[in-house]
Structure formats: C-alpha cells, structure tokens
C-alpha cells in the first residue's frame, strides 16, 4: 500500500482565461505535456474513490499512483482536458459546485464559462468521477449550521439526480474547513473529502482532510515532475503556507466573533 500520493488540483483548462481564474489556470497545451510526462514516467491516475477505498479496505493501488482533479466546473475540462485524459486512457475527479454551472440551478458568480449539465453527464460517460465541491462555492467554515448543510446536501442531491448516481467525493472550496465542516460533509454522505496543503496525500491524514498539491499557470513541466514525484514542496509553495496559516487565523476569529454576536442577538431577543 502507498504511503504517499500526490493529487494534482487543476481548475480551468484555457488559452485565454478569465482574468478571475487564470492563475489557477492551465493551457491546453501545458496540460498535454503533463499527462504525457505522467504517461512516461509509469504513474496510472486513480479516482478520488478509488484511492480512498484502496486505504479503507487496504486493496491494491499501482505501482505509481496519481489522482487528477479538477475543481469547480469550468468548461475547458469537457473541451481541451477529456481528450488529453482520453488518448492516454486516465481516470480523473471533477469537483462540481452545482450553482456554478450553465442551466435551472445556475445562481451566478462564476469567474469563467463552466460546464452545462450535458457536458459534465459526457464526462461522467467517459469515466470522469463527478465529486462534489458546494453549491455557490463559499467559505464553508464561515458559515452558520443551517446555511453550511444547505451547501452540501443541496451540491449532493443536484449531482444525484442530474449524473445519476449520488457522489462519494467532496472537496472544500478555497481548501478551507474544520472539524465542523468535516463532520457536515460525512454526515451527508460522502466518504472522501479532499483539502489543498500542496503536500502528498496520507492515510494518516484522514479520510476527510487529503491534501493536494497545486497546477497553475505558472507550473512549468520541470516543476511539474518534481511536484508529482513530492520533490521540493516546500520550496515552491512556502509562501502559499505561509498566507494560508495566517489567513486561518483570521478566519477562525471572524468565526468566533459570528458566534459571540449570534448569542448576544439571542439574549438580546
């Protein structure tokens, strides 16, 4: 059993990105040389629920594992990245937030063209695991218990009815959750949930807090490679921990102040 995957988060696929998307954007053509350098160095692309079922159960994974993930739903995934994905025969995960995408549940604020629900049942079809991501994409450790279980059975229930199977993987936008938001997206019933970190995924880490290391714009293949093999992540994402650890910290006192403020309200009534 692996002791360390890597699981590669992408976002839009695109010549010309949206200015709100394109650093966590990658062109089409930097996307081909990565999967045909995965190609060439043995690794086999897995499912989010391959994996986690492979460290629940303790089966098999290969030799040289890899997950693909997508988040959010942009549309280039079905348009530029399911060929490239095709041609070498990988498995990947998409991370959809169901608000975020063309057609009846479209709530706005997208930053980029994103899917319409025939394309992501095509890439359902072609293999593709749909995994859940939210329904408008929000903060989820910044949000009440009503309105947070809202976001995640509602991301849920679309994805079952319109892909036809209900989902067992769930990433956090942003990366951002707590034992509270952890517990929520158990609760409703998906088995994986998947964080950012930039470092490889463990066991030890959890079923529910699986890091992931970031693909940009910026990520030329010799970064590439030295990123999927779990080489100098450190070096490269330092500063990304850095912000990430402070911005924690001022999340959780916005979460508290909420909180005071919500009792006090209620005392005050």
């Avoid at 966590?24 to 499912?47: C, D, I, K, N």
Wanted: overall charge positive; charged content about 20%.
């Amino acid at each position: 059993m692996k002791a360390q995957v890597p699981i590669l988060m992408y976002h839009a696929v695109a010549h010309a990105p949206a200015r709100a998307a394109r650093g966590l954007s990658v062109s089409p053509g930097a996307f081909h040389e990565q999967m045909e350098l995965l190609g060439a160095r043995g690794f086999t692309p897995v499912t989010c629920g391959r994996l986690a079922a492979a460290w629940r159960g303790g089966e098999a994974l290969p030799d040289k594992p890899v997950v693909i993930t997508f988040d959010d739903g942009y549309e280039g995934v079905h348009r530029y990245a399911l060929h490239a994905l095709a041609a070498h025969g990988f498995a990947a995960t998409l991370f959809a937030s169901t608000g975020w995408l063309r057609g009846p549940y479209d709530t706005g604020g997208a930053p980029d063209l994103m899917l319409d629900w025939d394309q992501l049942r095509a890439l359902a079809a072609a293999g593709v695991e749909i995994g859940g991501h939210s329904h408008t994409h929000p903060q989820l450790d910044q949000l009440d218990d009503e309105r947070l279980w809202f976001e995640v059975l509602r991301c849920r229930e679309i994805l079952t009815d319109e892909v036809g199977r209900p989902p067992t993987s769930f990433a956090y936008p942003y990366g951002y959750s707590s034992p509270r938001v952890r517990r929520t997206v158990r609760a409703a019933g998906f088995g994986v949930g998947l964080a950012v970190g930039n470092g490889l995924a463990a066991r030890r880490q959890g079923p529910y807090a699986l890091r992931r290391v970031t693909v940009g714009r910026t990520t030329g293949i010799e970064e590439f490679e030295q990123l999927v093999n779990g080489r100098s992540l450190g070096r490269y994402f330092a500063r990304d921990r850095a912000l990430t650890k402070g911005y924690a910290l001022v999340r959780r006192s916005r979460q508290v102040s909420r909180q005071v403020s919500r009792q006090v309200w209620g005392k005050v009534r």
